[in-house]
């Protein structure tokens, strides 16, 4: 079974400060991709960066980047330059190959101090 | 491009009613949509994924008779909450797969506040 994990249920960052989300997952598949979503207080859920499984490089996507490390297992954001406007619920999710459907992690809490 | 739209936003409907939730593809084709759940603090929990012109794929737990699931279009999909009680109260969101773009994505709509008295 698939599963998605991220073990920071709150992050408190300077305004201007980098932030770094944990995710880790566990599949026994080969070809799946992951995910990041933005989930601010009005309930949205906005897209955010994606990783595939065989993809050699990093993904980054303006001040998202993802940290990929296959052989660990795991999928950390990076937020650079963070903003009051990226005070937010941030999800991992992973799809797997064959399946359109994504599995979520617990979410993180992130906000951010000015 | 690549909006999806929920309807209605919020409601407040009494114990024993039945609840009509759309989701709609805007500007794309959507030969599959999904519905999540959330509570208050929670992660989305997906409920079943709708595909159009055919029977809905409930996950495990999920009662499909109060949970009905209709994907008429390939930019429509329905939820109606059946005889809906207190604890069927919660954030409901849909999503599309949009199938042209590279990565697969799912779009989100901005979901529906059901709240059951």
């Known amino acids: 079974a698939q599963k998605i994990t991220q073990t920071q249920p709150g992050m408190f960052v300077q305004e201007k400060e980098a932030v770094t989300l944990d995710c880790t997952y566990d599949t026994s598949d080969q070809s799946y991709g992951l995910f990041w979503y933005k989930q601010p207080s009005s309930g949205e859920m906005i897209f955010l960066i994606y990783q595939g499984s065989y993809d050699e490089q990093n993904a980054t996507e303006g001040r998202y980047s993802l940290n990929f490390q296959k052989a660990r297992k795991s999928a950390n954001l990076v937020i650079s330059a963070s903003q009051l406007g990226d005070s937010a619920m941030y999800f991992c999710?992973?799809?797997?190959?064959?399946?359109?459907?994504?599995?979520f992690g617990q979410g993180t809490r992130l906000t951010i101090n000015p | 491009g690549a909006v999806v739209s929920q309807h209605p936003s919020w409601v407040i409907c009494k114990s024993g009613t039945s609840v009509k939730i759309e989701c709609r593809s805007l500007d794309f084709q959507a030969t599959t949509m999904f519905w999540y759940r959330q509570f208050p603090k929670q992660s989305l929990m997906l409920m079943a994924t709708s595909n159009e012109g055919s029977k809905a794929t409930y996950e495990q737990g999920v009662e499909k008779d109060k949970f009905l699931i209709n994907h008429a279009s390939l930019t429509l999909s329905t939820l109606t909450v059946t005889s809906a009680h207190p604890e069927d109260s919660s954030f409901y969101i849909c999503?599309?797969?949009?199938?042209?773009?590279?990565?697969?994505?799912?779009?989100f709509g901005p979901g529906t506040r059901l709240t059951v008295l």
């Open positions: 999710a992973m799809r797997v190959q064959g399946a359109q459907k994504l599995v």
């Open positions: 999503s599309a797969h949009h199938r042209d773009r590279k990565t697969n994505e799912q779009f």
